[in-house]
């Protein structure tokens, strides 16, 4: 992680934070991001998963308690639009507010530019489109999903559209920089990327989702994104370039944030 500074460290860790679990470390991500980036009148981004999740549960406390007033939110998924309802979090979409002040969520991958691998939820599509539009992108993950380089460690979703879906398998298999990964058409829900269903996995667009599993670390992902984006049938896919403004990370030593 040397290009980027450590810009905060926590000075609360302590032994307790080592035997906390992995769902403990997803809350105090969640919890500080909006703690420390949300304030009274903005319009927020909702991530998907099990860590944004907790950046919704807080966002949903704190307009309760009254502490945070006038937001309104926009999901990135149907799953965390339900949750956003069940909290009363006003929620508006891009077509009324196509500028947000800030967007937080989760990834699967972090490499020490802060690139990310997105989509492991299924949500890849959405969450670009809204997260592409904030001020600042918080992405808050536990220590697990920092690696050297994005591609091994975790598979790239790409979503595709389902007319003729084997040819663009195929296609995204085979362009320059992803020759020799395996492309395997995710099935079961869309929002795990294990095989664990009979039926082909739909994503809240309607769209197929195939997982790029790569041996080697990807050498340029800017360069991936954008011949990914350039296929026709490809919908979006899962890197996440030069968005990220900073990562709220927890792990054993405590928090820390890194900045782009
Ligand atoms: O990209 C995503 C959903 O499409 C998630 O942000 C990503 O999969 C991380 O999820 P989690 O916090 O559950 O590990």
């Excluded at 995204?172 to 099935?187: F, H, V």
């Excluded at 869309?190 to 990807?218: C, M, Q, R, W």
């Excluded at 990562?247 to 820390?256: K, P």
């Amino acid at each position: 992680f040397a290009p980027v500074k450590v810009a905060q460290q926590s000075r609360f860790a302590t032994s307790s934070m080592l035997m906390a679990t992995q769902d403990e470390l997803k809350q105090q991500v969640g919890y500080k991001a909006v703690d420390d980036y949300v304030k009274s009148g903005m319009v927020v981004g909702l991530g998907t998963g099990s860590t944004a999740y907790f950046a919704v549960e807080r966002l949903g406390q704190k307009l309760a308690s009254g502490e945070l007033k006038d937001i309104v939110a926009i999901p990135t998924s149907v799953r965390t639009k339900e949750q956003a309802e069940e909290l009363k979090i006003p929620l508006v979409t891009l077509d009324t507010h196509s500028k947000l002040d800030v967007a937080i969520d989760g990834a699967d991958e972090v490499d020490p530019d802060l690139n990310l691998v997105k989509g492991g939820g299924g949500a890849l599509l959405r969450e670009k489109m809204v997260e592409v539009c904030a001020d600042k992108f918080i992405v808050i993950v536990d220590e697990s999903k920092l690696c050297d380089g994005l591609g091994p460690g975790f598979p790239l979703p790409v979503e595709i559209t389902p007319f003729c879906h084997e040819h663009t398998l195929r296609l995204i298999a085979n362009l320059p920089t992803t020759k020799g990964c395996e492309a395997i058409l995710r099935m079961g829900s869309s929002s795990t990327n294990k095989p664990d269903g009979d039926e082909i996995a739909v994503t809240d667009n309607g769209n197929y989702i195939v997982d790029l599993h790569f041996k080697e670390p990807i050498k340029d992902a800017p360069k991936m994104a954008m011949e990914l984006k350039n296929t026709v049938g490809v919908v979006d896919h899962g890197l996440f370039c030069g968005m990220t403004t900073a990562v709220i990370i927890a792990g054993s030593d405590g928090i820390t944030v890194k900045e782009a």
